[in-house]
Each structure stands twice: as structure tokens, then as C-alpha cells.
């Protein structure tokens, strides 16, 4: 991931130190040892100038150690192109590219950098503005605590959606798998009455994790399917309901209603995008068209372990300004895990 991020600062680091100091040795160039003043001829103290010459090579030695750069704009307008570039080849948005670019100047242009430190200040200054971008995730076991441990005793409905081919049906099964394991009971909803073998794909997938699934005949109201997964949820006592859907064009808005319709008859707890970490900015457009249509709650990428770039994750989180909750990383259910800041930025390079 951003695999040319860490050689891109290196160098940006080292050639302006280079420059800094090439910059330093045009002003210590020597005046001519003869000069005239009027029609007198002068011969300079060779002496002296051997003795100065001696002290200034000795404080070079000592401030070459501790000398100080700043980065001035020109230098930066330079360099922080190259780097906005790299930033949108990388599958970042190039909105999100541009806001990085921009704070990113903000903090170094002009401020004191020891020359030796250059390269970490710039990492480090970086790390901190994407730290900012991410959102923090939400402990999704938290949520279902909350609500299922009360009075009521109500099931945590979730809602899954995004475009086909995403993987949205196998990521319902593994959040499912993931639940069981940490003592959660979980039924399935196959709310994708449209795409042919969809309900047979979840119900393998049931059977494969020990959940029941809750299905009606191909052609079927999606919204009346997760309807009653609730019930029958409610009537056993348990605690979550998964609600898989057609994937569907975010461009077609005809197709974003009958979500909206699911949306409002199941009144889901929280409401998860499934995306393609791959994709980069077209994950980014079907997210906002989600997310203006049902507002969504948070974000899994799938495929993440084939994505050799990162950018898909920064963007998608920025735009929405909602969390990216689980990372897809292969095709067995135990393949997916909480999306932790940290390792992300660490997979950077930063």
C-alpha cells in the first residue's frame, strides 16, 4: 500500500537539503585576494584570511550537526505536487488528495527543521493529517450490547447494501460467523429476491456458520423478507438480524427507493455500505449515493487484502464522513477484521 510513499518523502527530504546547502556554499564563495580602490592596489592579509578560514571550518563541523532548513513555498509547490500525484495514482479521491496537500503545507512551510530531521517531520506531519481524516470506528459489539441488553429485549437489526459483485453476501456472513464467535445469536434475512440463486448462496452460507436463514419466493417485497427475520428473531430471542439486499447501480434511483422502502419498514440500527476496496473512487460515489439515500451508518471493504494501494479507504471514509467498520482480507469467514487506524497507517508507510 502507497508503496512509493516512503521513497517519495526520502528523496522530496534529501534534495531539499541538498538545495539548502548548495544554497549555503554560493554565499561562503571567496572574494578575489587583489582588488582595487581607486588606483591603489591592496594584497589582503593572507595570514588572517588562512586563520578565519581555519575557525569557519571548524564551526562548520560543529553546525552541520545542528544547522536548521525551512521549506519555503517554492520548494514545497514542487515537491507537494509530485506528491498529490502519487496520492491520486493511489486510489485517493482527489478532493481528499487536495485537503492532504493543503494542511500538509500549512504545517511545514516555513517552520525551523533540523536537516537530519527533515524526512521524519514530513512523515510525521503527513501521519497526523490522515489520522485526522479516518474516522474512528465504533465497536459494533458495543452497539448490540446496548440494545439488546435492555428491557426490551429488541433484536440489533443491520442492513446491508451496495452495488453487485461487491461481495455483499459473503461479508453478511462473515459480520454473522464474527458475531457467533463473540456469543451474539444471529439470523440471516435474504432480502435479494431478485438476483437468481441469491437465496440459495445465503442459505449455504447459513448452514456453513449454524444460523437459520429467513426467506419467501424469488420476486418477493425485499422489505417484507427482513420484516420477518424481526419477528421470527423477536419470538426466539435473538439478538441480531442481518439483513442481506439486491445489489443495485448507485445510479439507479429507481432501484435506491426500493432500499429506502427496506430502510423504512425494517428500521435497521445501524445500516452498512459494502464496498470494493479495489474500485477506488467508484467506491467513493457509490458510498455517497448510498449514503444520501438511506444514510449510512458505516463501511466494510472487501478484497482489501488485494489492494496494493490504500487510497479507497482514506477516501471513502472522508467523503461520507462515516467510519470504516471491518476489512475484508480473504474468502474464508474468518477473513475479516475490525478496522484498527493504527495498522492501517503502518500499511502506508507512516
Not at 70 to 87: H, R, T
Not at 121 to 134: G, M, N, S, W
Request: net charge neutral.
Amino acid at each position: 500500500m502507497f508503496s512509493k510513499l516512503k521513497d517519495k518523502l526520502k528523496n522530496w527530504a534529501k534534495k531539499v537539503s541538498e538545495e539548502k546547502e548548495e544554497e549555503e556554499e554560493i554565499k561562503k564563495i571567496p572574494t578575489p585576494m587583489k582588488f582595487n580602490v581607486g588606483m591603489k592596489q591592496y594584497q589582503p592579509d593572507l595570514e588572517k584570511i588562512q586563520e578565519i578560514q581555519k575557525e569557519e571550518g571548524f564551526l562548520k563541523k560543529i553546525t552541520s550537526k545542528v544547522k536548521k532548513i525551512k521549506i519555503s513555498e517554492k520548494e514545497f509547490e514542487l515537491y507537494g505536487e509530485e506528491l498529490q500525484m502519487l496520492l491520486v495514482e493511489n486510489n485517493v479521491a482527489f478532493e481528499v488528495a487536495e485537503k492532504i496537500i493543503k494542511e500538509l503545507k500549512e504545517e511545514i512551510i516555513g517552520k525551523e527543521l533540523l536537516k537530519k530531521e527533515v524526512e521524519s517531520e514530513i512523515k510525521d506531519a503527513l501521519k497526523k493529517i490522515i489520522e485526522k481524516i479516518l474516522i474512528e470506528p465504533f465497536d459494533i459489539k458495543e452497539k448490540i450490547k446496548e440494545k439488546t441488553t435492555d428491557q426490551a429485549k429488541e433484536p440489533f437489526v443491520i442492513l446491508f447494501v451496495g452495488i453487485n459483485g461487491s461481495g455483499k453476501t459473503t461479508t453478511v456472513a462473515k459480520i454473522a460467523s464474527f458475531l457467533i464467535k463473540k456469543g451474539f445469536s444471529c439470523v440471516l434475512a435474504a432480502a435479494d429476491t431478485f438476483r437468481a440463486a441469491s437465496i440459495e448462496q445465503l442459505e449455504k452460507h447459513g448452514e456453513r456458520i449454524g444460523t437459520k436463514v429467513i426467506s419467501q419466493q424469488y420476486g418477493s417485497d425485499p422489505a417484507a423478507v427482513g420484516f420477518d427475520a424481526i419477528q421470527h428473531a423477536k419470538k426466539n430471542f435473538i439478538n441480531v438480524v442481518l439483513i442481506d439486499t439486491a445489489g443495485r447501480m448507485h445510479t439507479a434511483k429507481n432501484l435506491l427507493k426500493e432500499i429506502e422502502k427496506i430502510s423504512h419498514v425494517c428500521k435497521p440500527d445501524l445500516k452498512i455500505f459494502v464496498g470494493e476496496s479495489i474500485t477506488g473512487n467508484d467506491a467513493v460515489e457509490q458510498a455517497k449515493s448510498f449514503d444520501w439515500a438511506i444514510g449510512i451508518d458505516g463501511i466494510v471493504l472487501s478484497k482489501a487484502d488485494v489492494d496494493e494501494k490504500g487510497g479507497t479507504a482514506l477516501s471513502v471514509g472522508y467523503v461520507t464522513k462515516k467510519p470504516i467498520l471491518f476489512l475484508g482480507t480473504g474468502q474464508e469467514y474468518s477473513k475479516i477484521e475490525p478496522f484498527d487506524k493504527e495498522k492501517f497507517l503502518r500499511k502506508l508507510g507512516l
